[in-house]
């Protein structure tokens, strides 16, 4: 293939990928309720209109809440297991990165049939909890691969020369180890973040009768009235969640890229 | 003192998180498969907790659920074949061609659809697909006024091939990016014009990370239910598993199809390992 070609080919594939985004974008500002194409005149009255609506703003407030409620536990878990099968070996290691992954590459549906089967038998009451456990179990491995590269990439010299020189493994935790990681841990938060803020299958499962943001959008494109609106959310959805990412990879652009990070 | 007793510390790291995992995850997943081997009973629609297999004697059985399971498959191999095809020159590209500072433009602007607005993304085809929308003017602007794709099968292999394109061009990417410039100078020293040395020197070389990329093409495709709701009237696995549980409230129905797609993975899985797969992760 003559490199003119190669670039074609990228071009339309980066074309193909953002045309469909580019699309949303300007029917979010379409003056007209329909939605025929091509766009007649533009507006911003809906993003008035969206910030105005009750049940928006609750969405937003949900999603937001479970989002941090996903990232903190993942963000815990996540760390703790980095630390232990980097640290240590111990039977079943190998077994701990291959099970972490297992909510991911599951079919979501699969991980939130399971849920709701025990949310119901357990008798728990769905909502912000459930909604939160749910995200928790398929971020913590973005937490978890994010430290382990980090830790797999710093020298272990630099720990023993802290306790060599006399620092307790809890100072040595607190003043070396920690600010080693801190990048890796900001960056795997946002990654988790931006996971759990636009998730919608495994939530479908667990969040009973409350709506997050993309589950305003699923249960409203339907109807023709709220079509401007839904608009609207979805370009909020795609900033809100884009912008943890496009932090996270700056964060880490020094790793050498992977999917997990 | 905590440093001394090692067990005890990885005890202290470890407890948190396998006990969540194994609570949670394993614990509800143990739950849904063993349900799978349960009953409706159809008067009462209460769930029967004995043992049988009459659910998966139907799925064997019904015409119906072979149908669907076909098609599932066959959209899943379409659209991996279709992003194999579609990543492989723009991660050609970014790994060989571009210079430092446009690959790490290209690396974000691919990343950025992976890790955000799924549901935006289907959502933005919708738009794209309607009557009288984008698609339709564009196809017509091109002289092509009378093709219909607007929610069908083929919607559903353009759409399901345009969510998971990331997953196919990253890995790829990074397979590529591995090969020895040495290899590539050797075969075309040797005479291997650019068409041999892309069959014999770098298709080989990129097979398990291009098996690597189809691990996430194929699955995401085969467990998905938002998509063929959104963009087509066919019904798939996931459609019919959500359906028998959010509407029929039938869970040992549901439970058992679920276990379909995930016995495929594990074939898939299996012959992913072969390629090198899990290496090019």
């Known amino acids: 293939m003559g490199r003119l070609g190669l670039r074609l080919a990228t071009g339309s594939v980066l074309a193909f990928l953002y045309i469909p985004l580019v699309i949303i974008f300007l029917f979010a500002f379409n003056a007209d309720r329909g939605q025929s194409w091509p766009i007649r005149s533009y507006t911003v009255r809906w993003f008035g209109d ?104 710093t020298s272990s010299s630099i720990e023993e020369a ?83 990412v496009y932090l996270s990879q700056r964060l880490s652009a020094s790793d050498a890229g992977g999917l997990s990070g | 003192m905590l440093y001394r007793h090692r067990w005890l510390q990885v005890l202290l790291l470890l407890a948190p998180p396998t006990g969540w995992f194994l609570v949670v995850y394993l614990g509800s997943l143990s739950v849904l498969f063993l349900s799978a081997f349960w009953l409706l009973d159809p008067l009462t629609s209460a769930v029967v907790h004995t043992f049988s297999l009459r659910n998966f004697q139907i799925l064997l059985g019904d015409p119906t659920y072979r149908t669907i399971v076909l098609r599932t498959v066959g ?18 590209y970014m790994a060989r061609v571009a210079g430092p500072h446009a690959r790490s433009l290209l690396f974000m602007a691919v990343l950025l659809p992976l890790w955000s607005s799924y549901l935006v993304r289907v959502y933005a085809w919708r738009v794209m697909l309607q009557p009288h929308g984008p698609v339709e003017s564009f196809l017509s602007a091109i002289g092509l006024p009378n093709v219909e794709i607007g929610y069908s099968d083929v919607s559903m292999w353009i759409v399901f091939s345009y969510i998971w394109l990331p997953y196919m061009i990253l890995p790829l990417y990074a397979g590529l990016e591995r090969i020895p410039r040495s290899l590539l100078e050797a075969s075309q020293d040797l005479g291997g014009r650019g068409g041999i040395t892309l069959r014999r020197v770098i298709l080989p070389l990129a097979l398990p990370a291009l098996a690597a990329g189809s ?5 995401l495709t085969l467990g998905d239910y938002i998509t063929p709701t959104l963009i087509s009237n066919s019904q798939f696995i996931g459609n019919v598993v959500y359906d028998s549980q959010g509407v029929a409230n039938n869970i040992p129905f549901a439970a058992a199809f679920a276990i379909v797609p995930v016995v495929i993975m594990a074939g898939y899985l299996l012959i992913a390992r072969r390629l090198g797969a899990f290496e090019a992760l």
């Open chain 2, 215 to 219: 691990i996430f093409t194929f699955a």
């Open chain 2, 75 to 92: 959209i899943a191999a379409a659209v991996t074949l279709t992003d194999a095809l579609l990543a492989f020159p723009i991660a050609f």
């Open chain 1, 50 to 153: 969206a910030l105005a609506n009750g049940d928006v703003r609750d969405a937003l407030l949900l999603s937001v809440e479970a989002a941090l409620g996903a990232t903190a536990i993942s963000l815990l878990l996540g760390s703790l297991a980095a630390l232990a099968v980097h640290r240590f070996r111990f039977f079943g290691r190998e077994t701990i990165s291959f099970a972490l992954v297992l909510p991911l590459a599951l079919p979501g549906i699969v991980t939130g049939m399971a849920l709701n089967a025990t949310i119901n038998t357990a008798g728990i009451g769905f909502g912000l909890v459930t909604i939160i456990v749910g995200h928790a179990t398929f971020c913590i491995v973005v937490v978890y691969n994010n430290i382990l590269a980090r830790l797999r990439r």
């Open chain 1, 162 to 244: 802290s306790l060599d020189l006399g620092a307790t493994t809890w100072q040595t935790f607190r003043y070396v180890t920690l600010p080693v990681l801190r990048t890796a841990i900001l960056a795997g938060a946002l990654l988790a973040f931006a996971l759990s803020f636009d998730e919608v299958i495994v939530t479908t499962f667990t969040a009973g009768t409350d709506e997050t943001l993309p589950i305003w959008i699923l249960n409203h494109l339907r109807q023709p009235n709220q079509r401007p609106i839904v608009n609207v959310v979805a370009v909020a959805v795609i900033v809100l969640s884009a912008v943890p």
